[in-house]
């Protein structure tokens, strides 16, 4: 098992602890609303699509130095509050035993997607360390070396339990969700394993991401509002979500439970556990909070596709988000979903500023 | 101008009005709840499979016999409550001006999307019987002879102008609406001029289907909540949509108001319009009907991946939702989403003599 690299001092710890965005995340007063963007490090950005021009998504992933710089380019680029480890949620899934493939106009497939009962009990469950899992794990390292000392944190993630075992069954994206469906509904007692075996992965996973560097974590699960009613939620999901935020507590960093199409039953989301909520953008901000209630920070919500629009509309936008949290601290400014690839970086430059510009809470502090 | 080419006789009609179906549309007392299914006449089943792997999609439209033979299938191998007329939401763009093509594999794809403000000053918006639409009409009429002696109501229906917005600026299935939001966002006077047009094509057709013979309509905007935020839908579409259930009044038969994934914003949609509001399957039958308020019927809300499950837990499924609509008058059991394909045809048999036999509401009637 390889040792942690860097051991910050107290003073680049205690500087990193002063920053806005994990003040935020605790609910802290702060100086002014810290905003990160989801798939910050992506291909609305020339210096990204320069990278990813000569290497292939997994070569990517699995390069450390690559997703090193791939992580830095945004925060060098703008003057965001953290980074983001750039990594995919699909890479656990390989260490357990599937093939992952990037296919071209089709996005992320697995070959040998889980069909049977029999096939989950094949499934491993290897540390990261000796997994693909390993270079992030390194990429993690040496942007945490960069970044902690100028006192920018930066965030490691993984998928939710439901998003991975839907990649797992349905091989890649899917349209309505049958295969995984029908194997929870008639293979419960499976269904129950395959659940256990992802929460044990992830945190593992996730806890050696703390290890490596990362301030905070963020919980994924994008495809669990897309799939599943609220009582299948509760049934199927939320007993493992609920695990994996509690075996999560002992990371000593803030954790940010997002999830996407998940607005009806929020609170049912929010229950399972991490101290921000992350929302998308299919509600607005009060209206979410409200749901989740106190003594819980919540990151969001501009819907991606404003960022699309003139400044005039997408600034009309950004103050309904900023009115919506009320200016009160316990807010994360974000996305309500990933930037789309379309997306100007004049705007993104925009937009951080603004919300810094927008939020200053004065001298107060 | 065609005629419609059967005058029901007064006791047919009394007969078609005593059915189950259009009295829980009118919320009035039924022996038991009448149930129907999204896209009934589709791939499931191996009578509509040996059709259409015969003939294109665009030929199955546009053949009224074709048409009418695919729409009575289901009707005749289940006791099914009501029938729904086989036609697509798109052809209306055709008349417009719009190019389809239905793509294998990847759906349906209009060549000339519309890309700027100039083309949607370009469309038309010629009556139903001089576009393709006829065939649809005609149709309608074929199906009505047969099924209105017979006491068995015909719906015909149309896409919400939402929707079909989408489908003529995204030029077809879209992840995540970002071409329609842009023009939204950055061109409302545009905006205003393609769903004002949207809305008289889609009356006229709608209207004229009613008039050659179906005895309910269905408006399905089946993106808006995939696609929209709640401000959004209340700037974008409400208006429009409003004004079409408004317009649709002067029909004389029930319009059924039915969308998918806006359950966080039900009470605006249903505000829209509508006599039935039609729900998809995210969120508990009793948990719409509260937001929905009294004085309106209610359809679904199976989850179709429901049907892929062994029978006992299918039949735990429908026992929830009948549960959940409390065995009270005003409810049309249906799924919360077009059937699946691969749905074996013998679990919709047994779901409809379930739900009948288990709805009877015994001797008083």
């Given at each position: 098992?390889?040792?942690?690299?860097?051991?910050?001092?107290?003073?680049?710890?205690?500087?990193?602890?002063?920053?806005?965005?994990?003040?935020?995340?605790?609910?802290?007063?702060?100086?002014?609303?810290?905003?990160?963007?989801?798939?910050?490090?992506?291909?609305?950005?020339?210096?990204?699509?320069?990278?990813?021009?000569?290497?292939?998504?997994?070569?990517?992933?699995?390069?450390?130095?690559?997703?090193?710089?791939?992580?830095?380019?945004?925060?060098?680029?703008?003057?965001?509050?953290?980074?983001?480890?750039?990594a995919?949620i699909?890479?656990p899934?390989?260490?357990?035993?599937?093939?992952?493939?990037?296919?071209?106009?089709?996005?992320?497939?697995?070959?040998?997607?889980?069909?049977?009962?029999?096939?989950?009990?094949?499934?491993?469950?290897?540390?990261?360390?000796?997994?693909?899992?390993?270079?992030?794990?390194?990429?993690?390292?040496?942007?945490?070396?960069?970044?902690?000392?100028?006192?920018?944190?930066?965030?490691g993630f993984a998928g939710a339990?439901?998003?991975l075992?839907?990649?797992?069954?349905?091989?890649?994206?899917?349209?309505?969700?049958?295969?995984?469906?029908?194997?929870?509904?008639?293979?419960?007692?499976?269904?129950?394993?395959?659940?256990?075996?992802?929460?044990?992965v992830q945190v593992?996973y996730l806890?050696?991401q703390?290890?490596?560097?990362?301030?905070?974590l963020q919980v994924f699960?994008?495809?669990?509002?897309?799939?599943?009613?609220?009582?299948?939620?509760?049934?199927?999901?939320?007993?493992?979500?609920?695990?994996?935020?509690?075996?999560?507590?002992?990371?000593?960093?803030?954790?940010?439970?997002?999830?996407?199409?998940?607005?009806?039953?929020?609170?049912?989301?929010?229950?399972?556990?991490?101290?921000?909520?992350?929302?998308?953008?299919?509600?607005?901000?009060?209206?979410?909070?409200?749901?989740?209630?106190?003594?819980?920070?919540?990151?969001?919500?501009?819907?991606?596709?404003?960022?699309?629009?003139?400044?005039?509309?997408?600034?009309?936008?950004?103050?309904?988000?900023?009115?919506?949290?009320?200016?009160?601290?316990?807010?994360?400014?974000?996305?309500?979903?990933?930037?789309?690839?379309?997306?100007?970086?004049?705007?993104?430059?925009?937009?951080?500023?603004?919300?810094?510009?927008?939020?200053?809470?004065?001298?107060?502090?």
């Amino acid at each position: 098992m390889e040792q942690v690299l860097t051991v910050p001092t107290v003073s680049t710890e205690a500087r990193l602890e002063a920053s806005p965005f994990l003040r935020a995340c605790r609910g802290l007063p702060v100086p002014y609303t810290p905003v990160w963007l989801m798939r910050q490090a992506g291909r609305y950005m020339p210096q990204y699509r320069a990278v990813r021009a000569r290497y292939s998504m997994l070569e990517m992933i699995s390069t450390p130095e690559l997703a090193a710089e791939v992580t830095l380019q945004p925060v060098r680029a703008f003057e965001l509050d953290a980074a983001i480890i750039f990594a995919d949620i699909l890479p656990p899934l390989m260490g357990m035993g599937l093939k992952l493939d990037f296919v071209p106009g089709r996005g992320p497939v697995l070959e040998n997607r889980l069909q049977r009962a029999y096939d989950i009990d094949l499934l491993a469950t290897p540390p990261a360390e000796e997994t693909i899992l390993a270079k992030t794990l390194e990429a993690v390292r040496l942007v945490a070396a960069e970044l902690t000392p100028r006192g920018i944190p930066l965030i490691g993630f993984a998928g939710a339990p439901f998003t991975l075992a839907s990649y797992a069954i349905e091989g890649g994206g899917s349209k309505n969700y049958a295969r995984v469906k029908a194997l929870m509904y008639g293979e419960p007692a499976a269904w129950k394993r395959l659940m256990t075996k992802l929460v044990t992965v992830q945190v593992d996973y996730l806890l050696k991401q703390v290890e490596a560097g990362a301030s905070a974590l963020q919980v994924f699960d994008s495809w669990a509002g897309a799939a599943l009613g609220r009582e299948d939620y509760r049934r199927y999901v939320q007993p493992y979500s609920r695990m994996l935020f509690q075996q999560l507590e002992r990371a000593g960093v803030p954790v940010i439970n997002f999830s996407a199409g998940t607005a009806p039953y929020i609170a049912d989301v929010a229950s399972c556990g991490g101290d921000v909520i992350g929302v998308d953008w299919r509600m607005p901000l009060g209206w979410f909070r409200q749901r989740i209630g106190e003594g819980r920070s919540i990151q969001g919500n501009l819907d991606p596709v404003a960022l699309l629009a003139p400044w005039r509309e997408l600034k009309a936008r950004i103050d309904e988000v900023l009115a919506e949290a009320g200016g009160r601290d316990g807010h994360i400014f974000n996305l309500g979903h990933g930037i789309l690839p379309e997306t100007p970086p004049e705007n993104v430059r925009r937009l951080v500023e603004y919300v810094h510009a927008r939020t200053m809470r004065g001298e107060a502090l």
